[in-house]
């Protein structure tokens, strides 16, 4: 594969991407976001639009306190309005209440847009572009010029589309950036204008000084799509957000877009100590903002090199290439070998040697584990979310270990009040367990019949196990596996524990909700006492955590 041209990677996370539904950034996010796009080595990062909001100003000036090592930071800012001269509008002023080189302008490319949305003239929005830009300049500030709704306004009047182009280009831009604003073009359309457009503008040959970018939103599915067919259309900046994250359905997803422009295609993004950074970063940026990490994403996602059939992970142990189409520690991601009711005894094998298990194919308990794998998930199990059950499963077949306590019996009791929040509606369980040949019961209130029940069994084990102490529940999820048979429906419960420096998770399956709950959290207190406790690394005081969300 030859190395092609270097392409010029614009993030937009922290301005466009901060526009999707349920997202909101504080200062300090922001902070972070910035820091981790510098270390990845990112060229451009649009920091925001200075004078739209205190915040933004406050995350420029901090970062002149403390630069960042590798990446540029760009204020954004929308070209003067109608008959204001640029010297005197008010948000390009705020440009300057910063100290950023470079600065965005977006400007009208569709005549749709200055007739109907700025009330303004086809001669009038042109000025606008011009003023704008040669005042920036005059202001010793490098410009890249956002053509917004370009690909729109070309196929409704390329004459004038050019024309916004060609007056930025004569003003002084040093980057003419292509977005498709409304994300509706798709890539065979992309790569006919912008070819069109190459020739239609002789000054933007490659080498100018005046290069071309890309800009693209998912609201077709394409983002990614286009902005490639861009780029090997001739554009050389590529805009996007981690993630794809971005109003509507999203901008061009970085994390897709540099793995295929770098990988696949031969195009210069990042180095390559950077783009291991990629899926670890991914993931950071996704708590950050306070979403979800999308575990089916392409390259960066969980599930990306996870391999569930059995067929899969034989020839994967044979040869990766077989089921994967590069090596996942290239974006510092990582083979997963998923177990559940489609595994075979290569699946089997791949945990056992995970969990330090000495087993064979030939060895009898290989297949009595298998077969009783397969008929768990049969009856609701789902051990690829609960590798901690696996390994207890596993380790019981093969060799059963002490009951570390017995359950002599539980009772939750519910106190609802209809009144949200209110402090008196809580739950008490009662716990009768058996340790070391002596009975406890123990008494215990939470938020929620889980919570009560998990502090109850704490109460009572803490005192011949003090790790417990230290361990609390992290999440809590619950599926209806029947929904068809109503409130008789078996019920899947998965809890994730943690001792403040590792994460497990076990699941309880039955008709019963506490009772599937129960089952979860006691493999969740046995899991640590037998694999976890011993754990050198530093764990968080339990009381520091905050409980009682759970149901």
């Known amino acids: 594969m030859n190395q092609k041209s270097a392409i010029w990677i614009y993030d937009t996370t922290l301005r466009d ?119 920036l300049r005059s202001q010793g500030r490098k410009v890249i010029y956002d053509a917004e709704h370009w690909f729109d306004g070309y196929k409704h009047n390329s004459e004038y589309a050019l024309a916004t182009l060609k007056t930025a280009l004569s003003a002084g831009a040093e980057w003419l950036v292509l977005c498709d604003t409304n994300g509706g073009t798709l890539p065979h359309e992309v790569s006919q204008i912008v070819q069109e457009m190459i020739i239609a503008i002789p000054e933007l040959k490659e080498g100018n ?30 805009q996007g957000t981690i993630n794809g994250y971005g109003e509507r359905c999203g901008n061009a997803n970085l994390c897709t877009l540099i793995p295929n422009l770098q990988l696949k295609l031969g195009y210069k993004c990042l180095g390559q100590l950077e783009l291991s950074k990629l899926s670890p970063s991914s993931r950071l940026i996704s708590e950050i903002v306070n979403l979800a990490p999308d575990d089916n994403a392409p390259f960066v996602g969980r599930s990306a090199f996870a391999h569930k059939a059995g067929v899969h992970v034989s020839a994967v142990a044979k040869n990766p290439l077989t089921y994967e189409h590069i090596q996942p520690e290239l974006i510092g991601n990582q083979r997963r070998i998923v177990i559940s009711d489609q595994s075979g005894l290569s699946n089997v094998l791949h945990y056992a040697a995970k969990f330090g298990i000495n087993l064979s194919k030939q060895d009898l308990t290989c297949r009595q584990i298998l077969d009783k794998l397969k008929t768990l998930e049969n009856e609701g199990y789902q051990f690829e979310a609960a590798e901690a059950s696996f390994e207890l499963l596993m380790r ?20 609802i009040h209809q009144e949200i929040d209110n402090p008196a509606s809580k739950a008490l369980a009662t716990i009768k367990v058996e340790v070391d040949g002596k009975n406890l019961l123990e008494v215990a209130e939470g938020n929620g019949p889980v919570a009560a029940l998990d502090s109850a069994l704490r109460k009572a084990l803490v005192k011949f196990y003090p790790e417990i102490a230290n361990f609390y529940l ?62 050198k690394k530093k764990v968080r005081d339990y009381s520091s955590v905050k409980r009682g969300t759970l149901l």
């Open 17 to 135: 991407g901060s526009q999707g539904e349920g997202i909101s950034l504080s200062l300090d996010d922001k902070l972070k976001i910035a820091r981790k796009l510098d270390q990845m080595g990112i060229p451009f990062i649009e920091g925001g639009w200075p004078g739209a909001n205190p915040k933004d100003v406050q995350f420029f000036w901090k970062l002149k306190e403390e630069p960042l090592q590798n990446s540029e930071i760009v204020a954004f800012c929308s070209t003067r309005r109608p008959i204001v001269a640029a010297a005197d509008f008010i948000l390009l002023l705020a440009i300057f209440a910063v100290w950023t080189h470079w600065v965005t302008i977006f400007g009208k490319s569709w005549d749709l847009h200055v007739t109907e949305t700025l009330k303004t003239s086809l001669g009038e929005n042109l000025a606008m572009i011009r003023d704008t830009i040669e005042y």
């Open 209 to 238: 000084r005046s290069k071309i970018g890309i800009h693209t939103h998912n609201d077709a599915g394409t983002a990614v799509a286009n902005a490639i067919a861009g780029v090997m259309s001739g554009a050389r900046m590529v």
């Open 396 to 415: 019981s077949i093969l060799k059963p270990h002490r009951q570390l306590f017995q359950l002599k019996g539980f009772q939750v009791h519910c106190n």
């Open 474 to 535: 992290a999440d809590y999820k619950v599926r209806i596996l029947d929904g068809g048979a109503g409130t008789a429906a078996k019920t899947r419960v998965l809890v994730e524990s943690s001792n403040g420096a590792e994460r497990w998770t076990t699941i309880g399956v039955s008709a019963n909700i506490l009772d599937a709950s129960y089952q979860a959290v006691v493999e969740g207190m046995e899991y640590g006492l037998l694999f976890q406790a011993s754990s």
